[in-house]
């Protein structure tokens, strides 16, 4: 049986899962299967070729999402003339783009694109997020639950299209920022805020299926007018909202390296070490302890031997040392009788001549003694 | 049980050292209410597109690598049967226990609503999430890290039937923080793969766990050599007799060892370079920042570990850890802050505020001074009489 590289995948995932089970909850995040999308989830289609920068959307967009009235009227286009991102207050900003020099005539005229959060089939955001405050609706939109979030801004760092705006000025219930994709409108039924108020249609509400259908179907009926690419049909694994230009999309502030990989699988290598850490470690570890024991108990024997071995040969040193000693004392002794009764026998023969001498001396003493008394 | 409160030496003189900690600690206090009362953004250059500044790169990602002494020095000593880096273990294990409270004292700071914290844990499990790794592993390792401390703390108090039950878990401990240091140091580096339009190639590679994992270990072990000197020039009077032998031996143990990790941790970033096919990358002005932080706060410490080892260079040794956490400090503030969003403009990158600077310095120095308080009254540098022949 061949291994189909989709099976591989399959398995890997399997485990990628396995890992990501640990404190007991699936993930669907982590898993490695090439995800397709929520079957019959809904998109909207971004045609910039008809895009004609008018705001209206931004405007609806805020009044949809209840924001706080812009410092600048949504009327006011000149805030077109730097490019902008989406902020706390504002989902959703449309720039405008210059066409390069070099273009022919007919695409000389600027290029307008909306931007908002393109809710990603596999969402960067809601993978790197650590209390799962993000998560892609079976419908589609990418939602966020701020009763989770701890504020981390993890998944700011993780979204590659730099979506997400975080309330640094509130000190107490700080929120991340985003575009709902209307979703409590599509609940009822009807079309998000800002797709509503498109006077050009340049937004397409639909499910995403049939968005891509229509968006291959304008390529192919006008190619002058397209580049022959849907942004969004996989880019970071694909996304739910898509986009059409009429220049290449990196013309339009849209990276096009982002590559196809999703996200979960960027990470899912690192999250599937984990199983294999934890099963591994202790048993190289103790290994080792046992081979460090191994080798300390040895270092012990030999080290025991070697005393056992030191104390042999001193003792032995010793007992010839002392032997030494005792013949060197035995000698000493001996030396030390002779001495001792030379000693005393030159004594006794001292004390025999002295004696001899005092008698000699006797017999002349009475002489003396009478001299004495004489002198008296 | 009854037993009696050691005393407790809080003798504060009006040094100039001290009176600077004092300044800090007044500011660092200041900066706090600000923190709390007007939001990050009222202390904070963060903004939408650099959401992670000095707080996540410097308190977090240098902490966690900093603090990688502790289970370093533990797995020489018990696992690999390095005896003779006994008497380096407690300061090391203080160390990182303090390195790692900092972190998460620090993460208060830094997160959105700090309360939450247990969250990822107790509430809501983002098991997909790298950060969700991270968050675990530094909770159950502090945890880890609390018990592997409690002796000293014990023997200080007298109390040592429990000092007795938890000196019997040593090696589990050991084995339970090399695990969980494996996975939360790797981790570190595996939040940013996420994130490879963000992420300069040079610094972006899928072995980025790995060599934060790897990085790690010297980053530990020269740490332990730094930390050793200091402690040398201020706290010798705490220090005993076996503490002031053995530190020799761990300097130039550690410098070798380091030296051999540090020349293979330069192989795999050159292994990563060639796979990704970076080279032509190196001829930029990204390239040669990346090169000073190779050859510069790599290369250069790793070489100058091994002379000190070889002459056995007590002196150089210090040389070089000092240079090699730098070199750690720099690596990962590339990674997180430097080359982070490198493809934007100059007017959308983001520079640490002067706040965030004095915080950061402030959470440190509460750190210095708790451990100044730690080691002038528990049995930290020198062993305590009463367990002096045991191991
Ligand atoms: S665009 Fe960004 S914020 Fe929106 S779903 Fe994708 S990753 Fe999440
Ligand atoms: S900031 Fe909130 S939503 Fe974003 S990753 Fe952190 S916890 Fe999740
Ligand atoms: S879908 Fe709704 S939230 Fe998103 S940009 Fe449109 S109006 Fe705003």
Same mark, same amino acid.
């Given at each position: 049986m061949a291994i189909t590289r989709r099976k591989f995948l399959g398995w890997m995932g399997c485990a990628a899962a396995g890992s990501a089970t640990l404190a007991g909850t699936a993930a669907y995040g982590a898993s490695n299967k090439e995800f397709k999308g929520h079957p019959g989830s809904f998109g909207v289609l971004h045609d910039t070729t008809r895009?004609? @920068?008018?705001r209206k959307c931004e405007k609806a967009c805020n009044e949809v999402n209840k924001m706080p009235d812009p410092k &600048?009227? +949504? *009327? /006011?286009?000149? &805030?077109? *003339?730097t490019e902008r991102r989406t902020s706390v207050h504002t989902h959703t900003v449309v720039n405008r783009y210059a066409p390069s020099k070099q273009a022919s005539s007919e695409k000389q005229h600027p290029i307008f694109v909306k931007k908002q959060c393109n809710h990603c089939l596999e969402p960067a955001c809601a993978s790197a997020c650590f209390v799962k405050a993000f998560k892609k609706d079976k419908k589609g939109p990418v939602g966020y639950d701020e009763t989770l979030c701890v504020g981390c801004r993890y998944c700011m760092v993780a979204c590659p299209f730099n979506i997400p705006a975080y309330e640094y000025d509130n000190p107490l219930t700080p929120r991340v920022m985003k575009c709902t994709m209307c979703l409590p409108r599509i609940e009822e039924g009807k079309l998000p805020g800002c797709v509503e108020i498109c006077p050009r249609e340049a937004l397409v509400f639909g499910k995403r299926d049939d968005l891509i259908r229509e968006a291959r179907m304008r390529i192919q009926k006008y190619p002058d007018l397209y580049v022959d690419h849907i942004y969004g049909e996989h880019e970071m694994g694909g996304t739910s909202w898509l986009y059409l230009s009429k220049v290449p999309f990196s013309q339009i @502030?849209? =990276? *096009? /390296?982002?590559? %196809?990989?999703s996200a979960p699988q960027m990470t899912a290598g690192a999250l599937s070490a984990v199983p294999i850490v934890v099963g591994l470690w202790p048993v190289l570890l103790t290994g080792i302890y046992a081979i460090s024991k191994r080798k300390d108990k040895v270092a012990e024997e030999e080290a025991q031997e070697a005393i056992a071995h030191v104390k042999e040969e001193a003792e032995t040193a010793l007992a010839s040392e002392l032997a030494k000693l005792k013949e060197k004392m035995t000698k000493e002794k001996e030396t030390a009788v002779t001495a001792a009764v030379k000693k005393a026998m030159d004594e006794a023969a001292a004390a025999a001549q002295a004696e001899e001498k005092a008698k000699t001396e006797e017999q002349k003493a009475p002489e003396a003694e009478s001299d004495v008394e004489e002198e008296k | 049980m009854a037993f009696k409160l050691p005393p407790v030496s809080l003798k504060i003189e009006a040094t100039p050292g001290n009176i600077i900690t004092g300044i800090i600690l007044i500011l660092g206090f200041g900066l706090t209410v600000m923190r709390f009362y007007g939001g990050l953004g009222a202390v904070t250059n963060l903004d939408d597109t650099n959401p992670w500044g000095i707080w996540i790169g410097f308190d977090l990602l240098c902490g966690v690598a900093l603090a990688a002494g502790g289970y370093v020095t533990s797995a020489s000593c018990y696992v690999f049967g390095l005896k003779r880096y006994h008497s380096a273990v407690r300061p090391a294990i203080l160390t990182a226990f303090l390195g790692y409270a900092l972190v998460v004292f620090a993460l208060h700071y830094d997160v @959105?609503?700090? #309360? =939450?914290?247990p969250y990822p844990i +107790? &509430?809501?499990? @983002? %098991?997909?999430s790298l950060l969700f790794e991270v968050g675990l592993c530094v909770f159950l390792y502090l945890n880890v890290l609390f018990i592997e401390f409690t002796p000293a703390a014990f023997e200080w108090l007298g109390l040592s039937k429990i000092r007795g039950i938890v000196m019997k878990m040593t090696m589990a401990l050991t084995i339970f923080g090399v695990i969980l240091s494996t996975l939360h140091q790797s981790s570190l580096g595996a939040l940013f793969l996420i994130s490879p339009s963000k992420l300069h190639p040079l610094w972006y590679s899928g072995y980025l766990p790995v060599y934060f994992f790897i990085s790690s270990m010297f980053a530990g072990m020269s740490m332990v050599i730094f930390e050793g000197s200091l402690a040398h020039r201020y706290l010798h009077d705490k220090m005993d007799e076996t503490h002031l032998k053995e530190s020799d031996g761990v300097v130039l143990g550690f410098s070798k060892a380091a030296s051999f990790i540090m020349m293979g941790y330069l192989g795999i970033k050159v292994i990563g370079l060639a796979i990704d096919n970076? #080279?032509?990358?190196? +001829?930029t002005g990204w390239g040669a920042w990346f090169l000073l932080e190779l050859l510069g706060f790599v290369g250069l410490p790793a070489f100058i570990y091994a002379i000190a080892a070889r002459d056995k260079n007590v002196k150089l040794a210090r040389i070089a850890s000092v240079i090699a956490v730098l070199g750690i400090v720099f690596n990962r503030l590339n990674i997180s802050i430097v080359a982070f969003n490198w493809h934007l403009p100059a007017a959308q990158r983001y520079m640490p505020s002067w706040m965030e600077i004095v915080t950061s310095v402030f959470i440190v120095t509460v750190g210095i001074t708790v451990y100044r308080f730690i080691t002038a009254n528990m049995p930290v540098l020198y062993e305590h009489p009463d367990y002096k022949h045991e191991h």
């Open positions: 895009c004609i @920068g008018c &600048v009227p +949504f *009327e /006011d286009l000149s &805030v077109l *003339e @502030g849209m =990276r *096009e /390296d982002l590559g %196809t990989t | @959105g609503r700090p #309360w =939450r914290l +107790f &509430v809501s499990p @983002g %098991t997909s970076n #080279w032509h990358y190196l +001829f």
